[in-house]
């Protein structure tokens, strides 16, 4: 036949060193932005469904049971601890019919508690050494 076939040694491309450095080049740019950006603590992502004790599909039902039971009873918490210093007597002359103004208090409450908490994960994650990142494996690329 007429076909005159060169074969390339092993290993060797049609790809010039200069594309292949290039290509290296922004490869490394891009795993630098990525590092940055996976270790970032406010760039995780978050579900909701993990945090949620429910059964499994009834996720959204427990949440609105959850935003409207939990504020009413912590503020009913604050009110007896707080407010009523723990007495009974003086926690049952409240007007306890006003369900708003006790769920504000209890979101409030728990508002509160969730920002500290955010804080005091952000320093924590912070605050934490950093491993050396060549020496660390790379799963996700």
């Known amino acids: 036949m007429g076909y005159d076939i060169k074969k390339k040694p092993y290993g060797s491309s049609s790809v010039s060193n200069s594309d292949r450095e290039s290509a290296r080049q922004y490869q490394n740019k891009n795993s630098k932005a990525r590092k940055q950006k996976e270790e970032d603590f406010f760039n995780k992502s978050m579900d909701y469904r993990n945090f ?7 996720e959204e039902v427990m949440v609105g049971i959850y935003i409207l ?4 009873l912590v503020g009913l918490a604050f009110l007896y601890l707080f407010i009523a210093e723990g007495n009974f007597e003086y926690f049952v002359e409240f007007d306890l019919t006003s369900f708003l103004v006790i769920w504000a208090i209890g ?4 508002a509160g508690s ?3 908490f955010i ?3 952000a320093i924590r994650y912070y605050s934490k050494p950093r491993q050396d990142t060549k020496n660390r494996r790379r799963d996700r690329f």
């Open 52 to 58: 949620i004790f429910a059964p499994e599909g009834l």
């Open 69 to 72: 039971l939990l504020p009413y």
């Open 107 to 110: 979101y409030e409450a728990i």
């Open 114 to 116: 969730i920002i500290l």
């Open 119 to 121: 804080v005091v994960s």
